[in-house]
């Protein structure tokens, strides 16, 4: 089964008494025309399909499926995104944009009322609630026209309980609590609130029961979850234990990495063309453990790498035309895309200065732009703040793209999103090593770098962190790493901006957790400080 196959030809949308975890949300289709039953195994994969483009789409059939102001920015890697780097060193979005909430985000100021913060909380349980509906539903795949294998049929709830406990950890993540709700609850309950320790617990359970059920990448469908997929959501889920339970598990978080090694064990060769418009290569058994696919004529998002390339492309850069030189051809031609950029996120100027200039993964796009923040109206040609230019349009064999041959004539990228990388697996057992766990980190960490064509450095909790910055930048890890390390709040590590303040000023450890949104305080309670 190709995902993108099922994506194409629309998934069917299931009225089957399908409700929320929560009562702000209604995920029942509004067309009572669609189907309300499935009849072949196709539709089944269909179904299958829906669940896997949640991710990165805006909605059921490309519809909406939550309650948004924009569809498109309503989209859940877009959310995801945005929680975990508008709030850090990494990103930031300007005045220019004048979307309500973001600069909230930005200083990390947010309030119960954010509407980004509903938005988010929505599309993780709107995510669950569909989940839970296919494990309701897949059985009766078994005996209906062109049946699916009980073998299949068994793969394939593996897969969904791991998408499923996916937006579980990144509710216990960013909001510290939430509903928990599985295919067994009845449909339409409010199911209980649990404390992050132990929503916790039954989700790493869960988890550790699916990664059984799950195929190596090696012998899986491209786009599908993958054995070392599972094995790296559990290692995340270890990796910040010690701050979701108060209880560390170090050595638990090395073995799922370890678990990782026995089949993927080789980082790519080059950086810069993980993401890129053919980094799917890289997906089937490569460094991307963990991709979220996207196509230009089959997956349109505004999500995804769409928002991290066309987004973060100043809008002010003249529209690639080959019969009219510009002095920004050379970039635009890199690019790839050749139709007005958005003028969204642009670099925070610790993420540029924390690069050498001999770093290969320094994907930076200057111009006579500024490395501040000092002006955060328009984002001119001449503003402050850098372009990033790390996920771009064109393929590898084409990378600079010197004829205009792959430049895009629509906004929408086919790069996947790198969900989960191999190269996270590497720092971190860096970090387990760092913590006691004898697994060979230092290692692991000068491989990173070497890669990046730098030097080995000491394994010291700060030159971890910054390494971090430096290979997953923009990818979607940053808010986590800097909770983790003990300097998302306070005072002892500041960035431009980070309280509403220029040049940065401390912020309460409330704040290490998002608030409960406005509308969902009745049923899940609110986080302290808020």
Request: aromatic residues 12%.
């Amino acid at each position: 089964m190709k995902i993108f196959k099922y994506m194409a030809i629309g998934c069917v949308a299931l009225s089957m008494g399908m409700a929320s975890c929560t009562d702000d949300l209604n995920v029942e289709p509004d067309d009572p025309n669609k189907k309300t039953s499935l009849n072949d195994g196709s539709e089944y994969y269909g179904f299958l399909a829906q669940v896997y483009g949640g991710l990165v789409l805006s909605g059921i059939d490309g519809g909406s499926d939550i309650t948004v102001d924009d569809g498109g920015a309503g989209v859940y890697t877009r959310q995801l995104w945005n929680l975990q780097e508008l709030c850090s060193d990494e990103a930031f979005i300007g005045k220019n944009w004048a979307d309500p909430g973001i600069d909230e985000l930005d200083y990390s100021t947010w309030s119960s009322d954010n509407h980004w913060l509903y938005e988010a909380f929505s599309r993780f349980t709107f995510q669950i609630a569909l989940c839970n509906e296919f494990l309701r539903s897949i059985d009766g795949a078994a005996s209906v026209a062109n049946p699916i294998p009980a073998d299949e049929i068994q793969l394939m709830k593996c897969e969904v309980r791991t998408l499923r406990a996916l937006s579980y950890y990144h509710m216990i993540d960013l909001f510290g609590k939430g509903p928990w709700v599985t295919e067994a609850d009845a449909v339409g309950s409010i199911p209980p609130t649990k404390e992050r320790a132990e929503l916790y617990s039954l989700v790493v359970a869960d988890l550790k029961d699916a990664i059984n059920g799950l195929k190596p990448a090696a012998s899986h469908i491209y786009g599908r979850v993958s054995r070392e997929a599972g094995y790296m959501l559990l290692a995340k889920l270890y990796l910040n234990a010690g701050v979701y339970t108060g209880t560390p598990a170090w050595a638990e978080c090395a073995a799922a990495c370890q678990e990782i090694l026995k089949t993927i064990n080789e980082l790519a060769p080059t950086y810069k063309y993980l993401f890129c418009a053919t980094n799917d290569k890289y997906a089937r058994g490569g460094e991307i453990l963990w991709t979220i696919p996207q196509d230009a004529s089959t997956t349109i998002t505004y999500g995804g790498t769409t928002y991290l390339s066309a987004g973060a492309y100043n809008s002010n850069l003249p529209v690639f035309n080959p019969d009219k030189r510009t002095d920004f051809d050379e970039v635009l031609l890199k690019l790839g895309l050749g139709v007005t950029g958005w003028g969204g996120p642009r670099m925070r100027p610790e993420l540029v200065k924390a690069f050498n200039e001999s770093d290969e993964r320094r994907l930076i796009f200057e111009g006579n732009m500024t490395n501040d923040l000092e002006a955060i109206g328009d984002w001119g040609l001449d503003g402050s703040g850098y372009m990033c230019v790390k996920y771009v349009y064109t393929p590898e064999e084409d990378y600079e793209n010197a004829t205009g041959e792959h430049t895009n004539s629509t906004v929408f990228n086919s790069t996947d999103f790198p969900l989960f990388r191999l190269a996270d697996t590497y720092l971190m057992l860096a970090e387990c090593q760092l913590n006691g766990v004898e697994c060979n980190g230092q290692y692991y960490m000068d491989k990173v770098r070497e890669r990046a064509d730098q030097n080995p450095i000491e394994l010291t909790a700060e030159n971890l962190l910054a390494e971090r910055l430096r290979e997953l930048y923009w990818e979607g890890h940053r808010r986590s790493d800097l909770v983790r390390f003990g300097v998302f709040t306070g005072g002892s590590y500041v960035w431009s901006w980070k309280g509403g303040a220029l040049a940065g000023t401390s912020t309460p450890s409330y704040r290490n957790l998002y608030a409960i949104p406005t509308k969902n305080i009745a049923t899940v309670g609110q986080n302290p400080g808020y």
